[in-house]
């Protein structure tokens, strides 16, 4: 059974940081895009930031380039997201992903709130 497990999240204030992690178990995962997504109460789910398990290229999305930061630790199945200079615009609930490169089919984990407060 695939799990994906979130933690980390809380409440911060602007300017400050928090690290995200996500341990993923269940599975190999050397055939998935790992990613961080996430959600403001009202708005659509974001894309945040993504790699292939398998390293490469990191993709970002725009809001948070520059400020988030995306990295793995293969041998123990955890994938984080470092998030330095928190706006009060990225407070919302954090998804982990692992999405399939062969038929795009994809796991969610349970989701970690992160507050920040101006």
């Known amino acids: 059974q695939v799990q994906l497990v979130e933690s980390g999240g809380g409440l911060v204030q602007a300017g400050g940081s928090l690290i995200l992690s996500c341990a993923a178990s269940?599975?190999?995962?050397?055939?998935?895009?790992m990613a961080w997504f996430r959600q403001a109460p009202g708005k659509e789910r974001e894309f945040v930031a993504a790699?292939?398990?398998?390293?490469?290229?990191?993709y970002y999305g725009d809001s948070v380039r520059g400020r988030f930061t995306f990295s793995m630790d293969n041998a123990k199945n955890l994938v984080f997201l470092l998030m330095n200079s928190l706006k009060p615009e990225d407070t919302a609930v954090y998804y982990c992903?692992?999405?399939?490169?062969?038929?795009?089919?994809?796991?969610w984990g349970q989701g970690t709130q992160v507050t920040v407060s101006s």
């Open positions: 992903n692992a999405q399939a490169t062969t038929d795009g089919f994809d796991y």
């Open positions: 269940g599975r190999s995962f050397e055939n998935y895009t």
């Open positions: 790699r292939h398990w398998t390293g490469g290229r990191t």
